[in-house]
């Protein structure tokens, strides 16, 4: 009796130039990878704040200037893993910027097609980067609108659509790797107090936090996480209120704050939440600029003031230990907006009364929100 089975020939081993293109792109990315050391971090000395310890990671160092470029390559290795992306693929990402420089750049190393679905907000040092790199920018009127433009390009080419604000999550190998949170961890080791109290970090896809707060599990550390969002942004209403539902109208920081609640952002690995004002995040960005000498983004001085709320409140209650958090990228992509004065008078923004506070507290340990 004849077998309804349908056999097709099996190709020999080697013989199969899509596997052949895979192996040979995950070793181009995994040498991309080899070829950097850590990121420093940055331990700034602040006298009005004696027994308390902040550490900077400073992901502005990476190749394309942002934390994202361990997420960019994560998704490629994701996506050639999983076989969605072969030789011939077309890869479109929503973004707000960064991940797309990032996605960009590793697009430009395999020698493949990039588009970028951005608002057309963002800041132009980004989107000369993704057009330096070969990638193609295609603009919306609003950040809301980014998920569905890309998905519709991607059905329009037959191309991958990364997915960050997905796929952030899961594409990160969160119990170790050298992903984010063990750099930070281990370089903590050597430090009077390797156990930091916090570590707080503000929200984008929600992957960097997710991705530590399964860390410190995991590792069954004594650290918390605190994640700092801002105005117009759906995160915090929806940690609060455990409505995944919530939305909001959008960000004015680049990067962080979503008008809905990604898939990646994990309200269950968070301890503590906090809203910080987008003046205070500008001033606290400015701030620390002048302290390092060099500018750091709006989301730096985000994740800045969420830091310096604990340290006030640790201060209050006559406690000592260390906080961590990240520098996200530089400020230099951001001269138009968080460092242009006549911007922020446009957005109403009045960071004078912040800077003075922020000033006198790092100074002279005087109260934060007085
Ligand atoms: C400048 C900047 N800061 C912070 C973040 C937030 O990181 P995550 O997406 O991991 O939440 C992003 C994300 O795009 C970013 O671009």
Known sequence: MMSDHCFTEILPSGADPARDWGRHAIELLLAD???SADTH??????KGLPGISIYFKDESTHPTGSLKHRLARSLFLYGICNGRIRPDTTLIEASSGSTAVSEAYFAHLLGMKFIAVMPRSTSHPKVAAIRQFGGECHFVDHAGEVYAVAEQLARETGGHYLDQFTNAERATDWRGNNNIAQSIFEQMQAEAEPVPDWVVMSAGTGGTSATIGRYIRY????TRLCVVDV????FYEAWRSGDASVTASGSRIEGIGRPRVEPSFIPGVIDHMIRVPDAASFAAARVLSERLFRRVGGSTGTNFYGVLAIAAQMQREGRTGALVTLICDSGERYAATCFNDDWLAQQKLDIAPWRARIEDFLDNGR????
């Open 219 to 222: 590792r069954n550390l004594d």
């Open 231 to 234: 105005e117009g942004s759906a």
């Open 33 to 35: 990878a080899r070829r």
């Open 367 to 370: 109260s934060l929100t007085a």
């Open 41 to 46: 971090m940055i331990k700034p000395v602040f």
